[in-house]
């Protein structure tokens, strides 16, 4: 009777499997630090980057070429440092015309103007609230700074009234203007493009503290003809607004 009953149990139990659509399979895995090099070995998607190269080609317009660099940390924090070099400020230079009530370029004579290159930097620390560094939208603190310089010559006739003669008069000043700006960014990271190219898309608000030097024309006393020029110092402290993007390849 046993033999007869072994039987009947094998072929039952058989019959329940065949029955079943799907089996379902439990793998557990020891000794593996990593996960996804044994489930997602070839599975290039999944590889995180914690290196990145960039490049700002709008801040041309704002006499800078800067190459950042960014590092990551952790899974959501990295730090981007940035180093440049600064040269003619053409924004800058239309800002004061447009709103500096005193335009210097309205009372020179005649100046001419040679431009100096200077090193600027930047370094922000960088959260990506998605978890993924590199990869996502992001907050940062920043921290920049520039200068901008220039050696400028003034060219101008000046009327002595005892002699009745002009004379010409020529100065030359090392003009500059230099930028600590603190920036609060808030900016997305975009790798849907290329493969390991992204852009990098920001605004933030900031405090821009200027230090400047810049020409002076001072008048005769009781408004006489004679006049000269002189380098005088000002500094600034005013509100800031930042937007552009950036070109980047990470590795």
Do not use: C
Not at 160 to 185: M, W
């Amino acid at each position: 009777m046993k033999f007869p009953l072994i039987l009947f149990i094998l072929i039952f139990s058989v019959n329940i499997l065949k029955g079943q659509d799907t089996v379902k399979t439990t793998l557990i895995i020891f000794d593996q630090d990593n996960i996804n090099e044994v489930t997602h070995k070839n599975d290039k998607d999944l590889k995180i980057y914690k290196n990145a190269f960039k490049f700002n080609p709008l801040l041309i317009l704002n006499g800078e070429a800067p190459v950042y660099y960014e590092r990551a940390l952790n899974n959501n924090f990295s730090i981007e440092g940035a180093i440049g070099i600064t040269f003619k400020n053409y924004i800058g230079n239309v800002s004061n015309f447009l709103f500096e009530e005193n335009n210097d370029d309205e009372i020179y004579d005649t100046k001419k103007e040679k431009i100096k290159s200077n090193i600027s930097f930047k370094l922000g620390v960088r959260y990506y609230t998605g978890g993924v560094v590199l990869d996502g939208f992001y907050f940062a603190l920043e921290y920049a700074n520039r200068k901008y310089s220039a050696e400028q010559t003034i060219t101008y006739e000046n009327y002595d009234p005892i002699t009745f003669f002009s004379t010409t008069q020529t100065n030359v000043f090392n003009t500059e203007t230099l930028y600590n700006e603190f920036k609060l960014i808030a900016g997305s990271q975009s790798h849907s493009y290329w493969d390991n190219f992204f852009i990098d898309y920001y605004f933030g608000v900031g405090i821009n503290k200027q230090s400047i030097k810049k020409i002076s024309r001072i008048e005769g006393i009781n408004n006489s003809s004679n006049y000269t020029y002189e380098l005088i110092s000002e500094k600034k402290l005013s509100p800031s607004l930042y937007a552009g993007l950036k070109i980047g390849f990470e590795f």
